[in-house]
């Protein structure tokens, strides 16, 4: 098995970071335990060649002898394969007792708060009058053959009545369905971008965008933010300066920050896209999700002209209703549709009836559902907040009007070794870094607030005890007993 990628010295030691704690751990083990939370992460994918140990003994300034213990110690947890003459590769382990604890690997343990995901339990009432009304209606669906490239005709009649309901004119050929705004993601990328182009992205920004970039061999363009709104007049001068293929952007409760883009910036970044005929990719993932007051129009509702730059908009039922139902999907013009279902077909020539259906109903009764799940949810946004507050005063957490997670700066750079300690104690989060790009955000770790408030408070109390392990934390007003490991 050869390595798909290859990653130097200098920028491994980038991606670790401060790795090396002040206390008197072992340092071998302590590298490997920062390399293995990047393999599991997904900062280092799978089957990258690692540097040769001497390369990054001395990007690292430490002994080789370290670096070798510490690729062997890779090696027997199952992260490292080696082969004489052709370097050594990341791997996941998969001997049944190598289960690691993490976010993207997780062991299965009932006494784990899995704070790695941002997504809710599904509302069971209304799952189960979607279950069953699906059912009635599958025996329609089922004399046919079931493949149904652009979907359901009945549920690609609903996004599209859910879209002109809130503001945003669509039809039904204007809708294509997929199985997840993932799938959604990877297709209109896929479709548009060729290796080598560059796409502008928010920084931070949803990890699973960075991969799809990089899958495509394109260049993602980060543009961060200026205090809690986007820079738009950097966006500016990166369109001008890069010229991207494509800008991807979350404007509604954006992830991981929960900023929301107001309307003056709402109509800039279309003129920017429309003068530079950028195509823009909105995803709309999040923007159900309003946690003060009502949430904004689609921005595709902004360039409805023909003269404008595309404007492709993608969602889902996964954050609104639940993350197993893998049902997204594209809105977009009709021969951007036809394109994109093209590239659907080399991958996947149906998405699955049932769960379609399930989706139909649920979206039919969506304003029900968000009623009663909002307001609890609001209640768990303030409560972790104030948890935040009393229990990690040098901590900082700005409150979002919407979404499903505190984006947290830490004080300081040390949100991998937080996220290790964390698995430790059996809480799974995702390291700020997961969410940029050459190890930054390495201050900051987002911390969703989608478990029952009882749970956040033991999931907190936790975090507290990873928190004081850490080497040089300093965490005041900690007055928590040790947590009970018997709580699932």
Not at 162 to 167: I, K, P
């Given at each position: 098995?050869?390595?798909?990628?290859?990653?130097?010295?200098?920028?491994?030691?980038?991606?670790?970071?401060?790795?090396?704690?002040?206390?008197?751990?072992?340092?071998?083990?302590?590298?490997?335990?920062?390399?293995?939370?990047?393999?599991?992460?997904?900062?280092?994918?799978?089957?990258?060649?690692?540097?040769?140990?001497?390369?990054?003994?001395?990007?690292?300034?430490?002994?080789?002898?370290?670096?070798?213990?510490?690729?062997?110690?890779?090696?027997?947890?199952?992260?490292l394969h080696s082969r004489r003459g052709s370097g050594s590769w990341t791997m996941l382990p998969d001997a049944p007792g190598n289960a690691e604890l993490s976010p993207f690997a997780p062991a299965g343990d009932s006494s784990a708060f899995d704070l790695a995901y941002a997504s809710l339990a599904a509302p069971p009432e209304a799952l189960a009058a979607a279950m069953a009304w699906a059912t009635e209606q599958l025996a329609c669906v089922a004399r046919g053959s079931g493949y149904q490239l652009l979907g359901l005709s009945s549920l690609r009649d609903t996004v599209a009545a859910?879209?002109?309901?809130?503001?945003l004119p669509?039809?039904?050929?204007?809708?294509?369905?997929?199985?997840?705004?993932?799938?959604?993601?990877?297709?209109?990328?896929?479709?548009?971008?060729?290796?080598g182009d560059r796409v502008l992205v928010e920084h931070p920004t949803y990890p699973n965008a960075l991969d799809a970039i990089a899958r495509e061999h394109a260049r993602a363009v980060p543009v961060g933010f200026a205090g809690s709104d986007w820079d738009l007049d950097t966006a500016a001068a990166a369109v001008r300066d890069a010229c991207p293929r494509?800008?991807?952007?979350?404007?509604?409760?954006?992830?991981?920050?929960?900023?929301?883009?107001?309307?003056e910036q709402r109509t800039e970044i279309v003129e920017l896209c429309?003068?530079?005929?950028?195509?823009?990719?909105?995803?709309?993932?999040?923007?159900?999700?309003?946690?003060?007051?009502?949430?904004?129009?689609?921005?595709?509702?902004?360039?409805?002209?023909?003269?404008?730059?595309?404007?492709?908009?993608?969602?889902?039922?996964?954050?609104t209703f639940w993350g197993g139902m893998r049902i997204g999907w594209v809105r977009a013009r009709r021969p951007l549709i036809e394109q994109?279902?093209?590239?659907?077909?080399?991958?996947d020539i149906s998405t699955s009836a049932l769960d379609q259906l399930v989706t139909q109903h649920l979206l039919a009764h969506i304003d029900e559902v968000l009623a009663r799940r909002l307001p609890a949810l609001r209640s768990a946004r303030d409560h972790l907040s104030g948890l935040l507050t009393r229990e990690f005063p040098s901590w900082h957490a700005p409150?979002?009007?919407?979404?499903?997670?505190?984006?947290?700066?830490?004080?300081?750079?040390?949100?991998?070794?937080?996220?290790?300690?964390?698995?430790?104690?059996?809480?799974?989060?995702?390291?700020?870094?997961?969410?940029?790009?050459?190890?930054?955000?390495?201050?900051c770790v987002r911390l969703p607030y989608t478990l029952p408030e009882p749970q956040l408070d033991l999931a907190m109390e936790r975090l507290g005890a990873a928190w004081l392990s850490l080497p040089g934390s300093e965490v005041s007003s900690i007055g928590w007993s040790t947590p009970q490991a018997e709580v699932a």
């Open positions: 098995m050869d390595a798909d990628r290859h990653v130097t010295g200098r920028t491994l030691t980038k991606h670790l970071g401060s790795w090396r704690s002040e206390s008197a751990g072992v340092a071998y083990v302590e590298l490997a335990d920062r390399i293995k939370l990047l393999v599991l992460d997904g900062r280092l994918p799978t089957r990258t060649r690692l540097p040769a140990e001497r390369e990054l003994a001395t990007a690292l300034r430490i002994s080789r002898t370290t670096v070798a213990a510490g690729y062997d110690l890779l090696r027997q947890t199952g992260f859910r879209f002109t309901q809130r503001g669509t039809s039904r050929d204007q809708i294509l369905i997929t199985c997840g705004a993932q799938q959604a993601m990877a297709l209109v990328f896929s479709a548009l971008v060729m290796p494509l800008i991807y952007l979350m404007p509604d409760y954006q992830n991981p920050t929960g900023r929301c883009m107001n309307d429309r003068r530079t005929r950028t195509p823009l990719l909105i995803d709309e993932t999040m923007g159900e999700i309003a946690l003060e007051g009502s949430p904004p129009a689609p921005l595709a509702a902004r360039a409805r002209d023909s003269g404008s730059a595309p404007m492709i908009t993608i969602g889902s039922a996964s954050k994109f279902a093209r590239a659907k077909a080399s991958m409150v979002p009007t919407g979404g499903l997670s505190l984006w947290t700066d830490l004080g300081a750079p040390v949100s991998s070794a937080l996220v290790a300690a964390a698995a430790r104690h059996g809480v799974l989060l995702a390291a700020g870094p997961r969410f940029g790009l050459d190890g930054a955000f390495e201050r």
